[in-house]
């Protein structure tokens, strides 16, 4: 069983809509969950991290996780062609506490003008 | 301040001989990580340096790979007897402390015809 899944995607919205990429992981005792986008060609940028159950919102950007589930997401509100990328999930913690995270493939997010 | 370096940011090799990758850490973080992503794949945790601890290598894929941090500063990752599969993009990421997120430097793309 993958630790970190993500949906591949391509996931497609309209330019103005709300993008929602989901991830699910498989170590109940993770303690840290962050969010990555990655452009082509270019390295992880850290967007969001989140480590207490609920939301957590920053700018257009809403982190959400249920640790109950072993699900977190990101919501994306009033989505930009400039949004367009891969979104990377990570998790820490667990069996590998306090040290590497652990990444899903990713999610590829495009938005249409 | 400045964020993470390496370099080369490109690595054309012969399959058979060593390379030396370089990162140099965002100043005064303690915590340093060594990924690599290869095509269509996610990243993959290689090894991590803490302080004066000794390094987690839990991820080297085979004796071919080696690291080290000189001055709890720059680190070097060796491959010795490069081969195909080694191609991929070495990603360097530091945090201060592991607790905290990382941050990731641009990459070395190795290519090893």
């Known amino acids: 069983q993958k630790e970190v899944e993500q949906n591949s995607g391509p996931l497609s919205v309209p330019e103005g809509a709300i993008a929602s990429l989901n991830c699910t992981y498989s170590?109940?005792?993770?303690?840290?969950f962050f969010w990555y986008r990655q452009y082509s060609g270019k390295s992880p940028e850290l967007i969001m991290f989140i480590y207490s159950n609920g939301d957590k919102e920053d700018g257009r950007f809403t982190a959400q996780l249920n640790k109950a589930s072993q699900y977190v997401s990101l919501l994306i509100r009033d989505s930009q062609p400039s949004d367009s990328a891969t979104y990377l999930c990570a998790v820490k913690g667990g069996r590998q506490a306090g040290t590497a995270l652990i990444f899903g493939k990713g999610t590829t997010l495009s938005v249409s003008s | 301040g400045a964020g993470v370096s390496q370099s080369p940011s490109n690595k054309v090799t012969e399959k058979g001989k060593d390379v030396e990758l370089r990162c140099d850490p965002i100043s005064g973080h303690t915590a340093l990580y060594w990924y690599r992503q290869s095509l269509g794949q996610g990243l993959e945790f290689l090894i991590y340096f803490q302080g004066n601890s000794a390094p987690d290598k839990s991820g080297l894929p085979s004796d071919r790979f080696s690291a080290e941090r000189t001055g709890g500063s720059v680190s070097t990752l060796t491959i010795q007897r490069t081969q195909q599969e080694d191609s991929a993009v070495y990603l360097c990421a530091s945090s201060f402390g592991t607790a905290n997120e990382q941050f990731f430097g641009p990459g070395t793309r190795l290519t090893v015809l």
């Open positions: 170590d109940r005792g993770s303690q840290s």
